[in-house]
DNA sequence: ACACTAAAAAGTGTCGACAATCTTGGTTGC
DNA sequence: GCAACCAAGATTGTCGACACTTTTTAGTGT
């Protein structure tokens, strides 16, 4: 089933099977940390780590080496890694740059649209429907099907730099937020129509349109935070 | 001097004058995979570099690591690494990319303008314009000046994600196009004018024409470099 | 009790060696 | 002659040990 978890284009080695030590490492890491199993800010022990994984320090400090250039721990020379530190200021940093990005890869999925992606996408909208009318506005499926709308749209951009700014690089980022900080935005039902007419811009090929409201999408979730986190 | 060797405040690491070894390394083989005298496309021997630079393998992988995530050589399990292929394709890409984030940069410099940013880009600005008269149209300064106006701009977005995601990320990619496709574009004079126009909406603080005016600024570009492509 | 110093403990950075895998060239069989 | 196969060489992945730095702790003196 389409969910968060799927594989990019980009992350080619998942999907070869043949994946070495570090690779398996990092990707466990990288879920123990966005899921919140590793507290934001805690300090990362390097032979601790090896020994909990049963691997050597140089595997291990390979999988930190991936996790620090994807921005999800910081590292010190001659001090040590710790998980990085989650704050207001970066959500609504990440929120810009999502802005600019997603709104580029909507009008780019609008220019190149193919009919797979076409029909990938109603087919989506379409799962998404069934399951809000069934929870009526209860907003609860939104992290994965919300998640699930923003990665194919990225996937129908046909632009693999930008498909692997965001979907390997940003958007874990954003999942650590939504886990820790819990954002399950009461936007659900208004979201859905967003997405259904943000789709409808790219069926119909208007760029130019397409990413307008993308944009205003995206920017009415940034205000949303903004309010929250301002009045706490 | 304000070059495009400037640091950034992210890449701090450099400044603090400790460095490691796999620093010094990943450093060194970033400059010269940049300007072209490791060749695109070429493989890459472990033994062979780390002999070269005198260190260990362990050391090197780290850097190549390193490289891997930024995107300027491709690795494969067991295969092992060779220096990025440019393609026409990709840099097209990085232009849309550039397009977007700069563009918001842009609105964010506009909007959040701080009097130094202001005084920085105005300064620059004079420099430029007396080294253009100089050479009245040989178009020769681009490739610095043109670095060291987007590069500003960018820092003046306030935006620490957007900055790392730039500056520290795709411009690395952007030089080694500009190195290796030798783009001295003929946009000299425009681009200066350009230029202009866009700090003087910052200056205004009008975030949205300063963004409309970068975003057309960047994509002027990219027609001109399409056009070059389709052409040959 | 507090500040400063020095030793020791822990942690990170670097290295060389071994094991597993891929590549290359030659060989065999059809 | 060509394809599949096999062995040798080279390359990558992984590991444990050592060197250097930072941090902690114990001690000393005021």
Redesign the pocket.
């Known amino acids: 089933m389409a969910n968060a978890e799927q594989v990019t284009k980009a992350d080619g080695k998942a999907l070869q099977g ?8 990092f990707l466990s890491l990288r879920k123990d940390i966005v899921e919140g199993r590793m507290a934001a800010g805690s ?8 020994r909990r994984f ?9 999988a ?1 080496m991936r996790l620090d250039s994807l921005g999800l721990i910081e ?7 710790r998980v990085v530190e989650l704050s207001g200021r970066g959500l609504l940093e990440l929120y810009d740059v999502r802005e600019a990005l997603e709104g580029m890869a909507c009008r780019l999925a609008a220019e190149n649209r193919s009919e797979a992606d076409l029909a990938e996408l109603r087919q989506m909208l379409e799962r998404h429907e069934q399951q809000e009318e069934l929870q009526a506005g209860t907003a609860y499926y939104q992290p994965e099907g919300d998640f699930d709308f923003h990665f194919r749209i990225v996937q129908a951009s046909n632009n693999e730099l930008l498909i692997d700014t965001l979907c390997n690089k940003l958007y874990y980022r954003v999942r650590m937020y939504r886990y820790q900080l819990g954002m399950a935005s009461p936007r659900a039902h208004r979201a859905f129509r967003e997405h259904s007419h943000i789709i409808e811009a790219i069926e119909a090929g208007d760029g130019e349109l397409a990413e307008i409201l993308m944009r205003r999408h995206i920017r009415a979730s940034r205000s949303n935070i903004a309010k929250k986190l301002s009045s706490s």
């Open positions: 043949t994946q070495s030590l570090a690779d398996r490492l300090k990362i022990s390097e032979p601790e780590l090896a049963d691997a050597s320090r140089g595997s291990l400090r390979e930190l590292r010190k020379v001659n001090v040590g890694a």
